[in-house]
Structure formats: structure tokens, C-alpha cells
């Protein structure tokens, strides 16, 4: 890295309520992008942004192709450098480091990134397709395993090793399940108990429902800008202090382990070797968690716990709100919901609340230094973001 | 922009023959990626590479999700933060600038920006689909116009305009064939005259079969280095010194001119805004000629003509081999193909090969700078690039 400041600015965010929605994927994006930019405490003007990024799958297909361009439409800015970007449901967050590394390189000022998806009123046998193929295809998805059947193998081989029972992941839905029915943007604004988690259907053994996200509707946007112009836009910029990216073999047949991400590894290595912080810092953390056991995988290959503490960490409420390290406190992914493309954004908007102590009921207390994390498919990509007051 | 150097080095490129090709996309790319690998003059290890770019529309479904990771597959480094980045057939020069600004930002000192499509086997009608996506939905494609289609309205409109004849759409077809048969990776190396152009059949009025490009598969990838390590790979790089981007409405009913993409001059002048040289110093130029009328269109949307020019500098033969400035010597997406993601990247390697003189029966003598143009969809996105030795 050159010498010189990493520090980039979140200076606005602006989210849909993620959910079962009726609205088509553009009008979700224009609310997101419009909330985001009134959100800028000092006013902002289109005219500011030099790039966009636009995170998305298109899920089922919805009919746009070169859909980077609807962001200049958007903003009433049909010259704007716009960039369709995608890494499965590691997309927003990798619109993230993009824009990141163009206002670090000072080719933009300001840049806007944006994810959309719409998954609630696609045809079941499509969903599945649209699902089936952020895994593997020819060992995976055409043997018959479903997207949830991926994360299953991953679970019974932890709960196998570590001698753990579907308590722990329980807990992980317990806990998201809680922080969500404090989050109005959430999906999932309903509280489940351990006994509820227990009684659910099987979904793909031993997932059961609660162990899953829902199928979600929504969009994020969040406004950067460069260190040098971010006060003209607010005084409690939120930083942005280290990006990290990391892949991994599609298929899990080829991988070494079943048990970590090493994606996700790469990835924290990296966004905390610049950061000006440990990981002992860190006080919140957003991660990806599509599936519970997904939680606990990232709760040790971020780094954030030693190896083997994860479950542990979490039995004892210690991933809670008001807990030492409060985990996915805008309901995670679990209960706070996933529309693909918006997620890695979506993580974004609740930290930049967060760390401006603007959070309300699950605010943490004196939150200053949090951590994202997103990852695309079954572990294939994966990126981690770091951010301070 | 900040103080500093703005230059990235091209230190390795590979590319397979475009065509009608029998191996699948993963096969493809590999084989670009090897010989990009294999091209660096001083050797370059895959432990090098920091960062990847995948450019593809996936066309037709290829049915691989989160592909971006295929790239660490293939370099044996399943670990590389890796990005899927997609803006319609302009994928590739997208992929690129994600990659400038990365190496700028100093988050990596070496990227690989790979490009690929298969869509030689993909049944008519899905195709019409995928080609027809790239353009505006609800009121073009719905509405019945194909993608040659659109185009056939700009070409319409452009001849009315200027008083001019199909004789300029011919003049562009027999130049990028004639171009085209000198090079060995072209889809199509046929030379065609003027009456064949002419006697050819309508595709979609005014636009004949030799004003179209075909339908090709293929890829393409480049390794791309930080100045300050540039010269551990080679001593002859050929240096990226301006990207720029821009954008437009998706539907041409919504733009104010049918006869200019004022996406391609916003990327032409941030393009040329930090550059180290003027148009008038561009050698050549590899423009997006998807159709021959969109070729017309750069000529003088990039600036490289001055407005009302293109068309007596074509046929003049000013924009020919041995002319004054030879535009895609390389037989351009019209003749050398356009396997979408691919294309991009594929002109990168033409210009590689130029600057440093190694285009054998096609050099253009003496060059030493140039000028990439490449369009999405029919103009909502465009990204313009330049290189010197």
C-alpha cells in the first residue's frame, strides 16, 4: 500500500424496509438512493457523485440487462461511470471495495453504491435455480442439492466435530430473531424461542426453518466520499478503514475443510493488515449470516473469536446486545432478511447508525469500531470491511 | 485527482481465437489466463497477482453463479479476492477500470482482468433474449425490436441526417473485414467488397448482414502491474494512462439525439482529462463497432474526429491501415468478433501487441499510442481507454 491516508467516508445511507415487497426492483433502488442522499447531514447534490456501483443478481431475470446505467437515470445523472457489479450475495459488499478503491485511487470524489434485488414473487422452480446456482453446478446443484443442502452439509459436519447439538444454532436464531424484532427495517420483526427453533420443520436436515433466512425484497444505498471532501458533506462521517477480499473453490468437494471459510479468512486478513485497529477493537459486527451455522462459521474465521470459541461465545449471550461483541444486532440476515444484492449495502446502513449512536432501541452502547462481513455463494467469495467513528 | 503517477502498466495479455467454438466458458478463459501468465516477458508467478476482475454477461445462463471465483480456480489460488463486474457488452473495458483504480489506490501492485462469452450454441430464441437485453425493456425489446434493431434506428437516422447513403456502412465493413483478414485470431477473416456488402441480405433496415458482427465465443485476459513493480515483468510495457466511464438512459426514446452516445464523450473526456497527451496524437484507435454505424458514431463521439467528419474520413480511407489513423486494425468487433465480456479486454491485447510492434502483417508503423472505446447495450454505457509505450 502507498503511503498516505485509507480512510474513505460514509456520509449517507438509505434502505427500504426488507420484506415481501410489492414494488418493482427500480422503485426499491430509487428509494434507496434518494433516502441516501437526504440523508447526508450537510445536504448533497447529485451532481456531487463521480461513480456509481450497482450491486445486484438480477434474481429470476428482471428483464434489464445493463442495469448500472438505471443508477444515472436515478439520480437524474444519465453521464454518470456506472459499474454493474456481482459476486453472488457478496455483491453489495464488493460493490463496497470498489467504490472504495476508486475514491482511495482519487479517480472520484464521491461515489454512490447501491444493490437492489427483488426474490418474493419469482416462480418456485426459478427461485430454486436462482438460489441453486451461487453454489456449485455440476456436483451441487444438478445432483439435487438445494442452496440450503450446501449450508446442511456444512452444519452436520460442525455440530459432527465439535460434538455440539442443534442447541447452538438455536441459539444464533434466538439471538438474531431478537435483535430483528427491534429493527423496522427488518424482514422477520418477530421474537422465536429455543423451543419454537426446535419444533420448526426441517428445511434440509438439521436446518430447520429458523435456521434459515427468508426470502427477502429490498435495497441499500450508501454515499463515500473521499477523506479530503468529507466534511463538506457532514461532521460524523462514518470511516471506512480497510477492505479485504477473498475467494474459495466453488464446489465443496474441492475445499480442505468443511468446517471454515477460508474465503472469509483471506479476507479479514487482509482488511485489518492497514486498519488502524485489532481485532480486539472491534465492538460490532454485521456478518453473513444466510443460514445459523453460517454465523458461527464467521465468528471464528473473521477472526473476532479464537478458534473453537464461537459456540461458546454465543451460549453465553456473549455475541448478544449488550453482550462483549454484539453480533448482527440489525437482526443478521436471519430475521432482518436477505435480498441478495442490498445485503453487503444493507450491513453498511446499520453500522453507519450504529457508530452515530443513532440506532435507538438496539443501539450499542458507545459503539466507535465495527466490522462487515458478506459472503457470496457457500463460501466461493467473500469480503470484510472495518469502520470507525 | 491526486498529485502522483496515474499510470498502470499492461505487462501480459492472452486471448483465444474468437469463433463459433466448441469448448465451454471455463475452457476459454482458462486458455486466456495461461497465455496472458506465459506473454510476461521476465515471468510472473500466479502468487503475484493480488486482485482479479471477471468480465462476463454469463450469456444465455452458462450456469455458473459467483464465477468470479473461477479466476482463483484457474491461476491455482483459491484465495484471490476476485470481482464479477458486468455492464452489458462494455463487461470487459468495465473490468479494466475496476482494475486501474485498484492498482492506482495501491491495494494490490499486480491484477488479472479476464474476459469471456460463450454464445455460439445458445438456441435463437434465448439469444434474442440475451441480445436484446442489453438494450431498454419495456419499450424496445416488449415492444418487438431486436438488437440490430436499434441500432438500425440510429443508422436510420444518422443517414437521413447527413445525406448520406449505405455506401458509409459499406465503407466500414470492407475496412474492418479487410483488417480482419490479417488477423489470425478474427472470427471472421474474409475479406467483402462493396457489392457484397450491398447484395447482402437485410438484417434490419438499413443495416445489412456485413454491418453486423457475428456471433462469437472467446475470451480474453490481461495482467496488469503498478508502475513501481511494473518493471520486474518487462521492459517493454505498455501503459494504461486514462479510463473514463459514462452513461445514458437505457431507451433511446428518452435521449435528445439518435445520432450521438453522449455516454461514449463524457468517457472520452475523463479519459483525456489526466491524460499525457491530446485526440491528435492518438496512432489508432479500437472502437465498438457492434454494427458499422456504431463505428461512425465513435468516430466523432470520442472526439478522435471533430463533429460531421466520420464518415469522409472513412471513406477517404484515413481511418484504413496506412492511413492517417487506423481504426480497428484488428477487424474490430465486426470482423475479429464479439464474445460480449470478452471484447473489452480483447482490445486491450490488440493494442499491447501494437504499441509494442509485435501485430506483424497489421502494424500500424511507428505506434505508440491508442485509444479503447467500448460500449454497452446501444449506449447506456460506454468506457474509454488509453495507452502509450
Redesign the interface.
Given at each position: 500500500?502507498?503511503s498516505g491516508t485509507h480512510r474513505v467516508a460514509v456520509v449517507g445511507v438509505g434502505q427500504t424496509a426488507f420484506g415481501a415487497l410489492p414494488h418493482p426492483p427500480r422503485a426499491l433502488l430509487r428509494q434507496s438512493i434518494h433516502e441516501a442522499l437526504a440523508s447526508v447531514d450537510k445536504g448533497i447534490s447529485p451532481q456531487d457523485i463521480g461513480?456509481?456501483y450497482l450491486a445486484t443478481?438480477g434474481f429470476g431475470g428482471w428483464?434489464?440487462?445493463?442495469p448500472?446505467?438505471?443508477?444515472?437515470?436515478e439520480l437524474g445523472l444519465?453521464?454518470?461511470?456506472?459499474?454493474?457489479?456481482?459476486?453472488?450475495c457478496a455483491s453489495g459488499s464488493?460493490g463496497l471495495?470498489?467504490a472504495?478503491?476508486?475514491l482511495?485511487?482519487?479517480?472520484a470524489d464521491v461515489a454512490l453504491v447501491a444493490g437492489v434485488e427483488k426474490m418474493s414473487d419469482t416462480p418456485s422452480a426459478r427461485r430454486r435455480y436462482?438460489l441453486g446456482?451461487?453454489?456449485e453446478?455440476e456436483w451441487e446443484r444438478?445432483a439435487g442439492l438445494t442452496f440450503a443442502g450446501v449450508y446442511a452439509l456444512l452444519a452436520e459436519r460442525y455440530l459432527a466435530e465439535r460434538k455440539l447439538t442443534t442447541d447452538v444454532l438455536g441459539a444464533v436464531a434466538v439471538k438474531n430473531h431478537a435483535h430483528g424484532a427491534l429493527n423496522p427495517h427488518a424482514h422477520l420483526r418477530k421474537p422465536v424461542t429455543m423451543e419454537q427453533h426446535h419444533a420448526a420443520a426441517s428445511v434440509a436436515d438439521p436446518l430447520r426453518l429458523y435456521d434459515c433466512c427468508p426470502v427477502s425484497d429490498g435495497a441499500a444505498a450508501v454515499v463515500l466520499a473521499r477523506e479530503e471532501v468529507a466534511r463538506r458533506f457532514t461532521d460524523t462521517p462514518v470511516w471506512v478503514v480497510g477492505?479485504?477480499?477473498?475467494?474459495?473453490?466453488?464446489a465443496l468437494q474441492?475445499r480442505e475443510s468443511l468446517t471454515r471459510l477460508?474465503?472469509t479468512r483471506?479476507?479479514s486478513d487482509?482488511a485489518f493488515r492497514h486498519a488502524p485497529f485489532g481485532r480486539e477493537k472491534v465492538q460490532l459486527a454485521e456478518l453473513h449470516d444466510c443460514f445459523t451455522i453460517a454465523e458461527l462459521l464467521a465468528l471464528e474465521d473473521t477472526g473476532l473469536f479464537p478458534e473453537g470459541e464461537g459456540p461458546r461465545a454465543t451460549t453465553e449471550g456473549r455475541t448478544r446486545l449488550g453482550g462483549a461483541l454484539p453480533v448482527n444486532v440489525s437482526g443478521g440476515l436471519k430475521s432482518k432478511g436477505h435480498p441478495l444484492g442490498a445485503t453487503g449495502v444493507g450491513q453498511v446502513c446499520e453500522v453507519f447508525h450504529q457508530l452515530r449512536g443513532e440506532a435507538g432501541e438496539r443501539q450499542v452502547k458507545g459503539a466507535e469500531r465495527a466490522l462487515t462481513h458478506n459472503v457470496?455463494?457457500s463460501g466461493?467469495?467473500a469480503?470484510v470491511h472495518l469502520f470507525s467513528t
Open positions: 500500500m502507498p461513480e456509481g443478481l428483464q434489464i440487462g445493463n448500472a446505467s438505471l443508477l444515472g437515470e444519465p453521464g454518470l461511470p456506472v459499474s454493474h457489479v456481482e459476486n453472488a464488493t471495495r470498489q472504495y478503491h476508486t482511495l485511487a482519487g479517480a436462482w446456482v451461487s453454489g453446478t444438478l477492505s479485504g477480499g477473498g475467494s474459495d473453490f466453488l474441492d477460508p474465503a483471506r479476507a487482509e457470496g455463494g466461493a467469495t469480503m
